[in-house]
């Protein structure tokens, strides 16, 4: 039996998040085929020209691509690539940096998030809550801040990790930050990764399995109402993105 895991928009196309099948021995493409098959008609999409597949963790692209041979017993998730592209990466300066939105690990997110650090030690992984991010510039301010702090001794913790997260949160108290934007052990959440881009590439292939979508816009009513920021305070700044700049502002003005 084939077990495939519909992760991001995947699952609003077929209303559950696992499909099993009796197939053996198929390749991707005829399993995309079978996936078109059984689709109800009234879900939206499934574009089969832009997922990401992989097979047993392993991304498919990797493999054989489409042409990738399905067996029993084999494990396949699949994540529909939004506007050209799944991942999130961001160059700031010379340094990468990747944010990846992962499901619900079932109550045990901070254990997920421990075991992919010391997985990946050379990365600084930051662990944040789904409601944490207003948009990816966002996060690329504030990562800028604590990279900058970084250079110039003014980390407002000794661990960078730590510092973007009290950024996020805009305040110096860890435990106030962990309270309002630390993972929920129910819910989806958010990994900052900073490091080497080979390293961003075997951490994105070990853990696509594990991905999902959130939708960053989805927190800007909640982020002003957590910060107090009004539409009258929106309106008198000067910015294209607003709430982003004092977000910025906010994270910007801690000391310690």
Sequence with gaps: ?????????????????????????????????????????????????????????????????HDTVIHSGDVVSII??????????????????????????????YQFLDHTRSKFP???LTGLSSKSLASVSHAKKIVSLSLYAKKHGLLLSKKLET??????????????????????????????????????????RSITPNLTLIDYASNIIPIKKRF???????????SEFPLEDILAEKAAILVQ
């Design 1 to 65: 039996m084939i077990v495939i895991k519909l992760l991001g928009g995947a699952k609003k196309s077929f209303g559950k998040d696992i499909i099993q099948t009796d197939h053996d021995g198929v390749t991707i493409s005829q399993l995309l085929e079978y996936l078109l098959s059984i689709k109800p008609a009234d879900t939206i999409t499934l574009d089969t020209k832009n997922l990401l597949i992989a097979v047993n963790g392993a991304d498919s692209s990797a493999l054989s691509g």
């Design 80 to 109: 529909p690539v939004i506007h050209g592209g799944a991942r999130s990466q961001l160059k700031i300066g010379s340094i990468h940096v990747e944010l990846f939105d992962v499901r619900n690990q079932k109550g045990k997110n």
């Design 122 to 124: 050379s990365l600084v």
């Design 163 to 204: 510092d973007i997260l009290l950024r996020f949160a805009a305040t110096t108290q860890i435990s106030d930050a962990i309270k309002s934007l630390g993972i929920e052990q129910q819910n989806e959440f958010i990994i900052i990764a900073i490091g080497k881009k080979s390293s961003l590439d075997k951490l994105y």
């Design 228 to 238: 107090k920021i009004s539409q009258k305070y929106l309106s008198a700044v000067d």
